[in-house]
């Protein structure tokens, strides 16, 4: 709480930023929290990042009446034009007032994300000019099993190692969406001290990326039955099921074969994966890479590497291509959910371990 309350007293322009949503509304509901409990927000007005950033000044610059300082929010900070942004009068921004703009991407998407970074790396040079203070709320992905295990030991309960692994990777490694979970999970565990891998597999609702994840592993595996059932969960998305499927089903499952190929060459290069050599680096696409991927995932994708061919992954990209082009139409097909669980039956027989004919005498 040091570092909130500095900064209620001590600038009138704060911007809260992340690519975790779920963080981000963590940090925005705590900063809410501090300052009721400083009687700061008997006088407050929130935004929706719309129109003139000189509309949010000026409502910052209205004298308060019941309360010592004025509190402005400004929700979705990044839709507007960098011009405004950079030509409003923040030297105006009083002492009695508390502008707090919050800037965040509510997408995984890889090209949102990145459009984010750059869009917020432009805002915060924009704040910092202006003389106000930025809170970033992301977090290194590498601290995210421990700051879980600790948030747990501070509820009272024990978070298993590979229980946290697993909480990472069925969120999508999204630390909001952990904690959310996690705090479900204290409460399903009771008076039991502690939280185990099983617990985490009942109660956690598994992102889309992780459903994908398992849909390519039952589809290597040469499983049907399991890709099947993980689609089954894709496709019950609300919205067009064609716009899910080139939105986010076929891009993820093309991410994933590419991993899977990037992994391959990289057991036969025999690659160092904690220190990957540039020759092996060279190799791989601008994105994704595998060198990106780390723990359980890795291993995972390394496992299913050693046992699939090439010509495996050559059909698995053939078949994707095949079925996008149905969906557009180039290719005749009968409908969306028929083309879906066609191309995800007939990759799963590609994988497929043929045994041959025992022959009868």
Known sequence: MATLSTLVSGTSLVLITGADVGLLKRKRSELVQHLESAGLMEESESFSGQGDPNLWIS????LPFFAERRVVFVDHAL??????????????????????????????????????????????????????KVISTDIEPSRLGKELQDFAFSKGKKLTSRASELLVEMTGSSYGESLDEL??????????????????????IPCRE?????????????????????????????????????????????????????????LEFKVNWGQPSPEFLAKLPDRPKITEVKGYRLNTFLDSARRIQYSQLTKSFELLANADSELKGALPSYSVTESLERLVIEMAEAFMVRKSPQKTF
């Open 183 to 204: 705090e479900k999970l204290v409460t399903y565990v009771g008076s039991a001290n502690e939280i185990r891998e099983a617990d985490v597999e009942a109660i956690v």
């Open 79 to 132: 839709s507007i034009d960098k011009k405004k942004l950079e030509a409003a009068q923040w030297k105006n921004l009083p002492n009695s007032g508390l502008l707090v703009l919050i800037a965040g991407v509510d997408s995984s998407e890889y090209d949102k994300v990145q459009a984010f970074k750059s869009q917020s790396q432009a805002l915060i040079k924009i704040i910092e000019r202006a003389g106000g």
């Open 59 to 62: 409502a910052a610059c209205t």
């Open 210 to 266: 992780w459903n994908v994840f398992h849909l390519v592993d039952g589809i290597t595996q040469g499983n049907p039955a399991k890709a099947m059932k993980q689609l089954k969960s894709l496709i019950a998305t609300p919205g067009s099921l064609a716009d899910n499927a080139f939105r986010a089903l076929f891009p993820m499952i093309s991410r994933q074969i590419s991993l899977l190929w990037q992994a391959k060459i990289g």
